[in-house]
């Protein structure tokens, strides 16, 4: 059996199990993210130093294969910087992150894209990520157009239409356009797009924050039906994706305050807990 690791600030690392994943017997986490630090210039006066705001301070985590991290915290905590960066889409000042054995700290160019087809993001304003002059179909099949895994949108049909179905929309959507459907089908959508590529990294970037709760449900049972045995980073704002994670950790300006599992933080009086509380305040 083998789970998530995150270490924390003092170096004691925090596991979680479950069942053991279809891998192919390589035990090495997917992701390994080492002291990350990543700052961002604000502006300064004329002839003054320029100064930086620290976004994050000294992450250390590893995600086995197949294992779920949740990443929560209140708005401005660090956690979407945090997905940003292992994606290499935000600056990183200091440490390293490797994927799959690889250091992709400093990666650029043609293969930086080659790897972004291993790594895919669902971001939480599914309507901004979907182009409404496109149909359904050229949405979805786009990324495999793009890097050369279908010759054109129709060759991939058969893919996508029955992707569509497993996601819960109709038969009839691959000929439609965003416009048609709403903010929850939207991001069914997205997902379904994320998950043709079959990338091993998977990044969900607050997928239910904008949803009504019949639709996150719907969501979350759409995730939980295809992330059977991928890797999984989940930016949470409502709980209930990181209650099913192996492993949580709370973010609080930048820096790593609180990990474990759900139900042993639940049971601490700490971050986590105030946090699901005050979550819980805000739905009602």
């Not at 949740?70 to 992150?97: D, F, H, N, Q, Y």
């Not at 049971?267 to 807990?273: E, F, L, S, V």
Request: aromatic share 4%.
């Amino acid at each position: 059996m083998k789970g998530v690791s995150v270490m924390s600030p003092v170096g004691a690392p925090s596991t979680t199990s479950r069942s053991e994943p279809n891998d192919g017997g390589d035990s090495s986490p997917l992701l390994e993210v080492e002291h990350l630090s990543v700052r961002f210039p604000v502006k300064s006066g004329l002839g003054r130093p320029k100064k930086f705001v620290h976004a994050l301070d000294d992450i250390t985590l590893h995600v086995g294969r197949g294992e779920t991290l949740g990443l929560v915290g209140e708005s401005g905590s660090g956690k979407t910087t945090l997905g940003r960066a292992v994606l290499r889409r935000a600056p990183i000042a200091s440490g390293t992150v490797r994927f799959d054995g690889q250091d992709i700290t400093h990666l650029e160019g043609e293969s930086m894209r080659q790897l972004r087809r291993r790594m895919q993001l669902v971001f939480q304003d599914p309507y901004a990520s979907l182009n409404p002059r496109m149909t359904i179909l050229e949405l979805v099949a786009e990324p495999l157009v793009v890097h050369g895994m279908a010759r054109k949108p129709e060759d991939a049909r058969h893919q996508v239409a029955d992707l569509l179905e497993r996601c819960g929309l109709p038969t009839d959507a691959i000929d439609r356009y965003p416009h048609a459907f709403s903010g929850g089908q939207r991001q069914r959508l997205a997902l379904s797009r994320a998950f043709l590529k079959d990338a091993p990294l998977l990044l969900l970037d607050e997928a239910t924050a904008h949803l009504d709760a019949e639709n996150a449900r719907l969501i979350r049972d759409a995730i939980a039906r295809l992330t059977a045995g991928r890797t999984v980073v989940s930016i949470a704002h409502r709980l209930e994706l990181a209650a099913s994670a192996d492993q949580v950790i709370v973010l609080e300006q930048g820096r790593v305050v609180e990990m474990g599992a759900h139900a042993d933080l639940m049971a601490r009086d700490g971050h986590y807990r105030r946090l699901a509380a005050s979550f819980a305040r805000g739905a009602a």
